[in-house]
């Protein structure tokens, strides 16, 4: 009975563990631009920022793995190798800070 305690207990740590490193990762920041910087998207406390030459837009976001959903405009980005973003907009780099 001992045993089956303290292996729940271990199990219940680790998935906690595991959920808060998960949301922990999915935050990004910085600034993204497309080549020539008619687009940009600002990553900021939990939201993105789209800027363009029609305006700006502020979007919640969701990282599911290498993609980057903008909910309200309904954009995928997805994280290439480089730290770059592809989606159907082009391709944005980190503008450095």
Known sequence: MRVFFRENVLLVVL???????TGCGSALSGRY????????IDFQSGTAVITTLA???VSDYE????????KQIGIALTRNSDGSFSS?????TRVPS
Not at 15 to 21: A, S
């Open 15 to 21: 998935v906690l563990f595991e959920l808060i490193h």
């Open 33 to 40: 631009e497309t080549e020539g910087g008619a687009i940009s």
């Open 55 to 57: 305006g700006e837009t």
């Open 63 to 70: 990282v599911q793995g290498d993609t980057v959903l903008l």
């Open 88 to 92: 159907v907009l082009g391709i944005f």
